[in-house]
């Protein structure tokens, strides 16, 4: 017998109201801020894959609990290390980084995390809400969007170096360009060609992103305490601002929040985008639309660690809607929740929507839980994290270098990544130095893998007929109309504008 | 496995990811002791990778030591999508330039998709790669794409309503190992009906060995006789082990259908290596248009 959607969400609260149901999201939480507090390298992933052969002996809503609780968590807790240490976080949090270490630096780590930490729950809380509203038409959300279309919407993306190089657009357009030469190197999928590989098995799967993250940023900023022999925080800038003020800058920018939401859950629901674009999509999307984003972004304005870290977690909620009601796995780590699911006798898909809805609200209220606990633990923690910004270098430069090398060599644990991480380490210094800017280098490289596919689909799919689709026509006017009133907005502030992000006071 | 070997010495598991399973296999063949205390465990790329002579390869698979497989029975079916019409073989052939979805060049469902299309006749078939699995789905389902083939067991899993609904048609089959009939799919013909000579067979043969070894497990060339025999008697006694099996349908949501060291040996030993049928097997295999019959 069916039961109707508010039953279900009735029945799915119902159902977590047990000790050990809630007791396994409390580890779970525990084991997800573990996880974003500790080294890098500890990926949810890793996680997973550890778990899981313990949770599928229990019942499913204690293991669902547990995994769900875990995963939520450790997006809202990802926003310390950009914050405090300049290194980009795991993938979705990078872009934090840009704004989020400059206001570190100026002694405004704690409004900082606490921004980040109230902008991770709003969002964590819109993309759970967007996951109960989209159970009853998930579908047609999903089948919107073809290859030609999100080439275009790649397109308007890689625009966005136009913000992301300020007053450089030559050095601007020469870092996209070798980001872009970088996504190049290995197989290519479409043809089997080797690219740049020199019969080396490394280069085989190309360059890890997050390995040049970590080097381009966190290498110069370690470099940066060691030369400077200051703490982040012991800077000539007096301490200022506190959670409360975080917090109360997100509630500000309320719209902004809302608006970067949901640009974490529509990449959760496409597949094949996935969280290496999520933080830089809305980066730009803050820095393109907020007021006086020009002078301000790239120098620690709050806005922008609000709209990386939102749509971040906002994306978590996109990703379920595509796992659950439709059973496509958005990464390893939906994969293998999917695994679960599977051993516990539970089919993700419409299937699963039919059968078992109360389970699929219990999910989702576990989300918004986990989401709401997450959030409060990241207050409690931060006030004693940020006091680490207040380390001498002597201590901070050794365990930032040591962060840094555990987590390259915990991406492929392979030793050739530590040679790699150093190299990029040294080209982000002398990046930074003479002027290019870096995060235009990054989106280059997490675009070009990304248009490249989607360009070479829509061209054996359609040939050039797939320019003259409706969609197509729509975004790529948009596209021009946002690219064209940036770049005219750059050149009205001359001078004076424009995002510092290539130079020594930003953006490290 | 543990309770299996003399000892239950403790297992531990080391992922080691890159180039497909190239690079796991390289380090068990070059660097890896041979003592029997290191296994490895890797995609039924290793026998294919090696024939074919993919970049990277720095093993010789005859050299390798095989211990066994959990899995060595697959079913690949070749579908379209209703609304494109080409629901009949005759319709199939008729149509210049079907648009068939897959992963990537070199990815299984590519290379069988491409054998499929060769042995069908299809006339200059067009080959839309650059998806995850589900995203070829989406793709057939939204008409980017006109055809995929899929692995049978995943399409009831993944889209039974495409089979109630008769969102697609289903045209044949691959078995492997050859004669294994699928339950739901016995009615299909079998892809080698198609096969117009026994150089076509042959690559079908090359095909099916190539996926009937699954994801061995393997140990380093020069590991002594005696570790050999204690570590293939314990896989074995594994694969026969009701808690195994339940264990693996639990995890994988497939039945173990494991291949024991003798058969993967033999199947090894019996996979055509004539260069004109590797030559073949290539060319369909390839990224290049597909060669005339």
């Given amino acids: 017998m069916e039961i109707s959607l508010f039953d279900a969400a009735a029945q799915g609260l119902m159902n977590l109201m047990q000790f050990k149901v809630l007791f396994a999201l409390l580890v779970g939480v525990s084991i997800g801020t573990f996880t974003a507090v500790a080294p890098q390298g500890i990926g949810m992933p890793l996680v997973y894959a550890m778990l899981l052969p313990v949770v599928i002996k229990w019942e499913p809503l204690t293991g669902i609990a547990l995994l769900i609780g875990a995963s939520s968590v450790s997006a809202i807790c990802a926003a310390y290390l950009p914050v405090l240490f300049g290194i980009p976080g795991g993938g979705g949090s990078q872009a934090t980084v840009l704004d989020g270490y400059p206001m570190g630096k100026r002694g405004e780590a704690r409004r900082a995390l606490g921004a980040s930490f109230m902008a991770g729950g709003m969002g964590c809380l819109i993309g ?97 305490l060691a030369l400077t022999r200051l703490g982040v925080e012991q800077q000539p800038a007096p301490l200022k601002g506190s959670l409360f003020d975080g917090v109360k800058d997100s509630l500000r920018e309320w719209w902004l929040v809302v608006r970067c939401s949901f640009v974490g859950v529509w990449v ?51 990703d379920l809607i595509t796992t659950l009601l439709l059973g496509f796995p958005q990464g390893v780590v939906t994969a293998l929740f999917i695994v679960a699911l599977l051993a516990w006798g539970f089919l993700p898909g ?159 | ?14 992922y080691m990811p890159g180039a497909g399973g190239i690079k796991a296999v390289n380090h068990i063949y070059k660097n890896v002791r041979p003592d029997g205390l290191t296994v490895g465990n890797v995609g039924g790329g290793l026998v294919s990778n090696a024939v074919l002579g993919e970049a990277g390869v720095l093993y010789d698979f005859n050299k390798l030591i095989y211990l066994g497989s959990p899995h060595s029975h697959y079913h690949w079916v070749f579908m379209t999508r209703r609304e494109s019409a080409l629901g009949s073989l005759e319709a199939l052939r008729g149509a210049s330039g079907v648009r068939i979805g897959a992963q990537s060049v070199g990815h299984s469902v590519y290379i069988v998709g491409r054998l499929f299309a060769y042995l069908m006749g299809l006339k200059e078939p067009k080959f839309v790669v650059g998806y995850s699995g589900p995203e070829v789905d989406l793709a057939l389902a939204r008409g980017e794409v006109d055809a995929r083939i899929n692995n049978a067991d995943t399409l009831l899993k993944r889209n039974p309503e495409w089979l109630a609904k008769g969102v697609i048609d ?85 039945d173990a259908t494991p291949l024991l060291p003798d058969e993967m040996d033999r199947s090894i030993k019996e996979l055509p290596r004539e260069r004109e049928i590797v030559e073949l097997f290539k060319k369909i295999a390839g990224a290049g248009p597909l060669p005339p019959r």
């Avoid at chain 1, 070479?456 to 975004?475: I, Q, T």
Wanted: hydrophobic share 45%; proline share 6%; with cysteine.
């Fill in chain 1, 128 to 224: 759970t809400l967007t996951l109960v509203l989209a159970i009853p038409a998930a579908r047609p959300l999903i089948y919107l969007m073809g290859s030609p279309e999100l080439f275009v919407v790649m397109l308007w993306g890689l625009s966005m170096v136009a913000v992301l190089s300020g007053r450089r657009p030559v050095k601007g357009l020469i870092a996209a360009a070798f980001g872009l030469l970088l996504a190049t190197v290995g197989q290519q999928a479409q043809s089997g060609v080797m690219r740049f590989v020199f019969d080396q098995p490394y280069l085989l799967d190309g360059i890890s992103i997050s390995i040049i993250a970590l080097a381009l940023f966190g290498i110069p900023s370690a470099l940066d």
């Fill in chain 1, 268 to 318: 959760g629901i496409v597949p094949g985008l996935g969280s290496q674009v999520v933080d830089w999509l809305a980066y730009g999307h803050a820095a393109q639309t907020c007021k006086g984003a020009r002078e301000s972004f790239g120098k620690g304005d709050v806005r922008g660690v609000i709209a990386p870290e939102s749509a971040n977690d906002a994306k978590d909620g996109g």
């Fill in chain 1, 350 to 508: 419409p299937e699963m929507v039919k059968k078992n809805p109360e389970l699929i609200y219990s999910i989702v209220w576990i989300q918004g839980i986990a989401g709401i606990i997450g959030t409060l633990v990241g207050f409690v923690l931060s006030g004693q994290l940020a006091k680490l910004a207040e380390l001498r270098y002597t201590f901070m430069v050794p365990i930032l270098f040591l962060f840094i090398l555990m987590g390259a060599f915990s991406v492929n644990r392979d030793p050739v990544d530590l040679f790699v991480v150093v190299s990029f380490g040294i080209l982000g210094y002398f990046m930074r130095r003479f002027g290019y800017p870096r995060p235009a280098m990054i989106l280059g490289l997490v675009l070009g893998d990304l248009m490249e596919k989607y360009l070479y689909r829509s061209m054996m799919a359609y040939g050039f007929s797939w320019l003259l689709r409706p969609a197509v026509v729509v975004l790529l006017v948009l596209a021009m109309a946002s690219f064209v009133l940036t770049l005219r907005g750059r050149l009205k502030g001359g001078e004076g504008g424009g995002v510092s992000l290539g130079r020594r006071d930003g953006g490290s």
């Fill in chain 2, 1 to 14: 496995m543990k309770k299996h070997i003399p000892g239950e010495p403790t297992l531990l598991s080391e």
């Fill in chain 2, 170 to 254: 289903l045209h044949a089959i691959m078995e492997v190992p050859k004669g294994a009939k699928h339950p739901d799919f016995a009615r299909l013909s079998e892809v080698e009906e198609f096969a117009r000579s026994e150089k076509e067979r042959k690559v079908l043969t090359m095909l099916r060995a190539f996926r009937q070894v699954g994801s061995p497990y393997i140990l380093p060339p020069g590991t002594p006789k005696e570790q050999v025999n204690i570590l293939q008697q314990a896989i074995a006694k594994t694969f026969n082990d009701p808690g195994f099996r339940s264990e693996y349908k639990k995890l994988t949501g497939d």
